[in-house]
């Protein structure tokens, strides 16, 4: 049966339906049509923004059997992963870096599947993939790039050429805590009293925290203007996000939004925008207008943590970065990427760093696993 490859502009090039079909659960929401659609309609995602969508469609006999978001990137903002190294190389020897393109959701860190098939339609997904490799020979993109890809699809990259990544990632994860307390006791005493004693100084404050969940609940406006705020403070440029993107978030996932609210007399003064999928929790976006002592813990950290047990949640996935979650319960879990450079001198060079890379990693997660502050098992 013969396949065709189509390549999209726009999400709105493709029937949502026919693009969900191929979506598992925990696809969602961040690989939804309607999330995607979000990004780009927002301006959050365009050529302006270093975000070109050029996303890779398999069709057979009219029907859509595989599909990979990707974008034509011309800057590494929004990526979570730093490649700056291997540009200032690729100067170097006077190869053009950018465009890349690049296989991921953009500003999310979360690992997921880059090529949406059906079950058992794992020849579909290989066919893509096969297909992609083509397609950026022949258009002169310098390299491919798949971030934080789902491991049963990292051996295929490797097949294909491309070099894996690792990197380090803070999840927490459920062990069958019956509540919250219970959670604490798997620290150290010492580690358990920082931890309490953090979370009453916000308590101190006279501050509230709560969560509120469904998009009919949820103020876009207040979550952007508390987002902007913080963004102003750590950053020359403007927010990546505008303020539509949290508009359209609210309709594009009514039921996944949630939104953790500190208040302070009665006032919302912080807040972090969460969204949920069946057992998972995954932090998004966190924003306060002045800053409040051990808030962002409180909001960001404990309360969600409280919320994972009580809801019976597997995991929660704060986002990208954050050493600090590491002594607060979050298990260091590493994160797979592949990378493609199709000039031979940039990929003997990348190859080498990785190596390097790598054996720092899997040298010092053992090490990292013991900052958690957990007791140890006997």
């Not at 990544?165 to 798997?186: H, I, K």
Request: hydrophobic letters at 40%; proline letters at 6%.
């Amino acid at each position: 049966m013969s396949s065709r490859l189509k390549t999209l502009d726009a999400m709105t090039d493709v029937p949502a339906a026919a693009w969900d079909a191929l979506l598992f659960e925990n696809d969602k929401p961040f690989l939804t049509w309607a999330y995607l659609d979000a990004l780009e309609r927002s301006g959050a995602v365009c050529a302006f923004t270093g975000w070109q969508p050029i996303h890779f469609t398999l069709w057979e006999e009219g029907v859509l059997v595989a599909a990979a978001p990707a974008y034509l990137k011309t800057s590494s903002s929004g990526e979570y992963l730093f490649d700056g190294a291997w540009a200032r190389a690729a100067d170097r020897l006077g190869i053009p870096y950018f465009p890349k393109l690049v296989m991921t959701v953009p500003f999310s860190a979360i690992p997921a599947r880059r090529i949406l098939v059906r079950a058992g339609g794992e020849r579909h997904a290989q066919r893509l993939l096969d297909q992609i490799v083509g397609w950026a020979g022949e258009h002169r993109v310098g390299s491919v790039h798949v971030h934080f890809a789902d491991p049963p699809l990292v051996p295929k990259l490797e097949t294909a050429g491309f070099a894996r990544r690792l990197s380090v990632q803070y999840v927490w994860e459920n062990a069958g805590y019956a509540s919250y307390d219970d959670f604490l006791l798997r620290f150290t005493a010492r580690r358990r009293k920082l931890l309490k004693r953090e979370a009453r100084r916000v308590f101190e404050q006279g501050i509230e925290i709560r969560t509120v969940r469904g998009a009919r609940h949820f103020d876009p406006d207040l979550a952007h203007r508390l987002y902007s705020a913080t963004v102003a403070r750590y950053s020359h440029g403007p927010p990546p996000m505008p303020l539509d993107y949290f508009r359209r978030l609210a309709d594009a996932c009514p039921d996944a939004v949630e939104f953790v609210s500190a208040r302070e007399g009665g006032q919302v003064v912080a807040g972090a925008l969460n969204l949920a999928s069946g057992d998972r929790l995954y932090g998004r976006h966190w924003g306060s207008l002045d800053g409040h002592p051990f808030l962002h813990f409180a909001a960001c950290l404990y309360h969600p943590v409280a919320e994972c047990i009580a809801l019976g949640r597997a995991r929660y996935h704060p986002g990208a970065g954050g050493e600090h979650k590491l002594t607060r319960g979050f298990t260091p879990t590493l994160a797979h990427s592949a990378h493609l450079m199709f000039d031979p001198r940039l990929d003997q060079r990348v190859r080498e760093f990785l190596a390097h890379e790598r054996a720092a990693l899997e040298q010092g997660l053992p090490l990292w696993e013991r900052e958690t502050g957990f007791k140890r098992k006997p």
